[in-house]
């Protein structure tokens, strides 16, 4: 076996283990697992570590385990957390247990027949039928609370040093989960949990329940990786939209290039080693050509082209690349007309708009109306008319004279008509 945990390392992968976990990846194919909490229908790219070590562990000849926790998303993770979670109902649950399930299946083939295929599982499955008495009888008095007080993600919730306190069930979580471990241990051979540091006492707890639940010989291992944060000590994960989601119809592609693209110099060079599967020789090589020419932004480029391509695919990236040229580049209304409305909006966002119905296009919307009366955009016609004489005002990027009107045919995705004065002011018509 090749050495996973030595490729992590330099990858800025790793962060802990336990004893023995190293040689037991180079000693034979190895079943993990990482559990996802369905606390959305989708995931961000807050999870991409966890897909990518999955990934990883699929390419060095070990089994990947994906779990959705359809049980512990029942009771909400503690760490890390000083709120205690909102309860999700069934049907909430369900749809946020198959938009995870269906996020995964893009990264990890769950129907190939390869001896190491991945495979995914769902608590809920095992913890449906285990009542209250017999997880007391079987779990429970197998782990002192003492124990589970000495955790990180409860001692600072019962000491005070974040939020009010814990329930009785978010202080059951680390029993359940430790459960998974044991139940996957003894069904399915799976031998690691791997997760964030954050996760290392919920870890820790299963490798704990498998010891004295498994019999003579019961071995499990632990490893978890470094929680990502940015050079500028914000949290990894959010634009100023909130999270970056990893399916289009919660964040764009446009935008989720965008997000890697606009990179920090010191955040690219950790995260070229993270996100993408180039070797040390190449990135080493990308790296040093970014130090070189620093204004070539070529590892922000490298980087953003080879998760973009992962996340989603070849196609969509270069729908992506050519969106962003539009803002910065000599994009063409047909072009523009080529854009999605929701790509379109991403591009221009913030972007002031006014709204105008069909039948102002009618037989033909004359360009100094629809510069100040319409719009706004101008403050009187006569400084909209020595714009048009100065050459600087155009529809969707073409530029127009005083005799021109606006009609439906300058209509982008039948909606929209973009305004432009000079080079950076610009305006949006929306069309209704």
């Not at 998760?307 to 910065?328: C, M, P, R, W």
């Not at 530029?399 to 929209?416: G, P, Q, R």
Request: hydrophobic share 40%; proline share 2%; glycine share 8%.
């Amino acid at each position: 076996m090749k050495n996973l945990v030595e490729e992590l390392r330099w990858r800025g992968l790793y962060h802990d283990s336990m004893p023995g976990t190293e040689e037991q990846l180079l000693k034979e194919c190895t079943t993990a697992y990482i559990g996802f909490d369905p606390t959305a229908d989708s995931l961000h790219i807050g999870s991409m570590v966890q897909i990518i070590l999955l990934v990883h562990l699929k390419n060095f000849g070990h089994r990947p385990v994906a779990l959705v926790g359809g049980a512990t998303g029942m009771i909400g993770d503690p760490s890390g957390k000083s709120d205690e979670r909102n309860l999700l109902d069934d049907e909430a649950l369900a749809k946020n247990v198959a938009g995870i399930k269906s996020v995964l299946s893009r990264f990890l083939d769950f129907d190939s027949a390869e001896s190491n295929a991945p495979f995914m599982v769902n608590n809920y499955d095992w913890m449906k039928e285990f009542s209250f008495i017999n997880f007391a009888r079987e779990v429970g008095k197998r782990i002192t609370v003492n124990y589970m007080m000495a955790k990180d993600s409860v001692k600072k919730r019962l000491n005070g040093e974040i939020g009010d306190g814990m329930s009785f069930t978010e202080f059951t979580y680390q029993l359940i989960q430790g459960y998974d471990f044991y139940y996957l241990y003894k069904n399915h051979n799976v031998k690691l949990q791997m997760g964030g540091s954050d996760q290392w006492g919920n870890i820790t707890t299963g490798t704990e329940l498998v010891r004295r639940m498994g019999g003579e010989g019961a071995k499990v291992f632990a490893m978890t990786t470094p929680l990502i944060t940015k050079a500028d000590g914000t949290k990894f994960g959010k634009s100023e939209g909130g999270n970056v989601w990893l399916d289009t119809d919660k964040t764009s592609v446009y935008k989720f290039y965008q997000f890697w693209l606009n990179s920090a110099d010191e955040d690219a060079e950790k995260y070229i080693k993270i996100f993408t599967f180039f070797d040390q020789e190449k990135i080493e090589k990308l790296i040093e050509e970014h130090r070189q020419a620093p204004h070539l932004r070529t590892l922000q480029k490298a980087l953003a082209e080879s998760i973009t391509v992962f996340v989603h695919n070849q196609e969509e990236y270069d729908k992506a690349v050519k969106a962003s040229g539009i803002l910065f580049g000599s994009a063409t209304a047909a072009d523009l007309k080529e854009l999605d409305a929701a790509t379109f909006l991403d591009i221009f966002d913030g972007v002031p708009q006014a709204q105008i119905s069909k039948e102002d296009l009618g037989e033909g919307l004359e360009i100094i109306t629809a510069l100040n009366e319409k719009t706004g955009f101008f403050k009187s016609n006569g400084e909209a008319r020595r714009a048009l004489t100065a050459n600087s005002i155009s529809v969707n990027r073409e530029k127009v004279t005083e005799e021109y009107k606006l009609s439906t045919s300058d209509l982008i995705n039948d909606e929209f008509i973009l305004l432009q004065s000079g080079k950076k002011n610009y305006f949006i018509i929306q069309v209704k």
